[in-house]
């Protein structure tokens, strides 16, 4: 396969997953778009043979959650106003009171698993594998994020109507 076919199928299959996830760990489009970008690259640059399409996609988000991490963790990054500071256009934000909008307000540790968890579909160990944390840290981030999100939603009727 030519490069060119290469990046589009890469591009294809993977560009929408590592945006949102990488726009669940950073809050901000164009650098979601940035990590997206460092990915494909490196992708591109240093080609690997995977197992299975599932291990390929595992290994893409892995490195596009490493990314979100590394820029997180940037001096750079500390040193840098925000675009809202600029008055730059803010990228959609999620219905007020939607699910949505509630995972987006979780501390970014838990945002990741629930976000994996539940829309894109994986289990427990393999979102281990991708975040490199352990199993048991996975479990106790999926429910403290489930927790915040009840908290953040107002809880179910059943515990509304009895306190």
């Known amino acids: 396969m030519q490069q060119d076919q290469r ?3 890469l591009v294809r299959r993977y560009a929408d997953p590592i945006l949102r996830l990488s726009y669940a760990y950073l809050k901000n489009t164009h650098d979601a778009q940035d990590v997206c970008q460092t990915v494909f690259v490196k ?4 080609p690997r043979d995977f197992e299975s399409p599932e291990h390929e996609k595992a290994y893409v988000l892995r490195m596009a959650a490493n990314a979100c991490k590394d820029l997180l963790r940037s001096p750079w990054r500390k040193r840098v106003c925000g675009l809202d500071t600029v008055l730059e256009v803010p990228a959609p934000e999620a219905e007020e009171g939607s699910v949505l ?6 501390p970014p540790r838990y945002r990741a698993v629930i976000y994996l968890h539940y ?3 994986y289990q427990a160990a393999e979102i281990g594998e991708i975040l490199g944390v352990p199993l048991g840290t996975v479990h ?3 429910a403290r994020g489930r927790a915040k999100l009840r908290t953040l939603l107002g809880g179910t009727e059943y515990e509304r109507q009895s306190v």
């Open 119 to 121: 829309y894109e579909g």
């Open 140 to 142: 106790t981030r999926l």
């Open 7 to 9: 990046a589009e199928e």
């Open 43 to 46: 992708l591109l640059t240093e």
């Open 101 to 106: 909008a509630a995972v987006n307000q979780l």
